[in-house]
DNA sequence: TTATTTATGTAATGCTCGCTATAATATGTA
DNA sequence: TACATATTATAGCGAGCATTACATAAATAA
């Protein structure tokens, strides 16, 4: 039903290899010449389909969230914190492991700094970090309200040094950190949680 | 005593203001018009005093190494190595909040991520970041052999882990993380030290 | 058909980038 | 003084940047 030519190139497809591009090198270090030859496409087309640079970076941030770092939302649904929590930290390894991905998480590679023409990728940037740190924070909230954690469980601050060790992971995975030494890590922090007493409360209910 | 016109700028304080610009926009972020606009100096003084963009970027990383993130070497100096790691983290919190520093360490802000023409950056600060692992791992390994941690303790795996949520503070206080929120940040990650059992084994030799 | 609409391919826009040629200026040495 | 040396100031270099005219090609609507 589109009235004009119908474009000969796959939007979706285009914008995973932009994604990749600007995964890989930051904002700043792609080029839209790199970006134009990596999803095939002429700069019009470009221009056409995903608007300007810009633009460009906020679609790819978007598709980001939602196709291959979308293991965080899924693994805080899981029932039980303790393996939700640890769920999150695999699938973060699991993402940075995939082959051909980028060493990192897009969010904190993207620009942690950058020029003051593009301050805004780095305001941007940090909302969408802070963004992932209130859902492990709510997500902790809810354990605690569900009793699953003591009610002495500070949710804001358990959550913000849990996902202050997964960017600190990502800065590892751009240092070439293998997936032992990130799991490694990843089982350093799982000792943050409070232990799990509810074995032993049973227990003694049903004693 | 030397030979031709005299320079009118001091190179020292012209590799600070250099240092501070690559420090809060990273290397790509910083243009060498602007570093001459902030060093106070024009492009051949510039080139005659420092070189090129690359090497006058080695330069401010080294001054960087020696002095503001000194805090790291000499915290590990301190005979406790409990004590000694919890000064690495409050020499950080310390470095960072200090007025008009960027909000971050150069060895984590400088470039995760880089364009094709200056990878360079990325493998200099990644193994900069290897040279900090390495000293905390050395610092533990020490004590290790001084008692001071329990034989069982694994120094490189420790190491990893500490620095590991340094690198992530980094990034929490890109996203403008307050000096008491990385505090409590510090003193959740200073829980993965094993716990000092001197005092104890003290007793009871004493007794 | 003709007109309209949209995508494509080529090429060029103005701008900033890192870098340098040239000339003038200020010191020490002869 | 005259020369050698080094720093300064201005201005410009080619290259790459993001962005866009312009003309052509392929679809629908009349």
């Not at 979706?12 to 990749?20: G, H, S």
């Not at 969230?65 to 029932?79: F, V």
């Not at 897009?106 to 301050?119: K, M, Y």
Request: a positive charge; glycine letters at 6%; one cysteine or more.
């Amino acid at each position: 039903m589109p009235r004009g030519r119908p474009r000969l190139f796959n939007p979706d497809k285009a914008l995973d290899a932009a994604l990749m591009l600007f995964w890989r090198h930051g904002y700043e270090g792609t080029s839209l010449a790199a970006l134009a030859e990596a999803m095939d496409i002429n700069m019009p087309s470009l221009y056409g389909a995903f608007g300007n640079k810009e633009s460009l970076f906020r679609k790819a941030l978007v598709r980001y969230i939602e196709r291959p770092a979308s293991y965080l939302s899924n693994a805080l649904k899981t029932p039980d914190v303790r393996l939700a929590i640890r769920k999150m930290f695999q699938g973060a390894i699991d993402m940075v492991m995939e082959p051909g991905h980028p060493d990192g998480c897009l969010l904190v590679q993207g620009a942690l700094a950058s020029g003051p023409a593009s301050e805004w990728v780095r305001r941007e940037l940090s909302q969408r970090r802070a963004g992932a740190e209130a859902a492990v924070r709510r997500r902790l909230e809810r354990a605690v309200d569900e009793a699953d954690l003591p009610a002495s469980t500070d949710p804001a601050r358990l959550a913000r040094y849990l996902i202050t060790v997964l960017w600190g992971m990502s800065v590892q995975a751009a240092g070439g950190a293998t997936r032992e030494q990130l799991l490694d890590i990843s089982n350093h922090a799982l000792r943050a949680l409070p232990p799990d007493h509810k074995v032993a409360k049973l227990s003694l209910h049903s004693a």
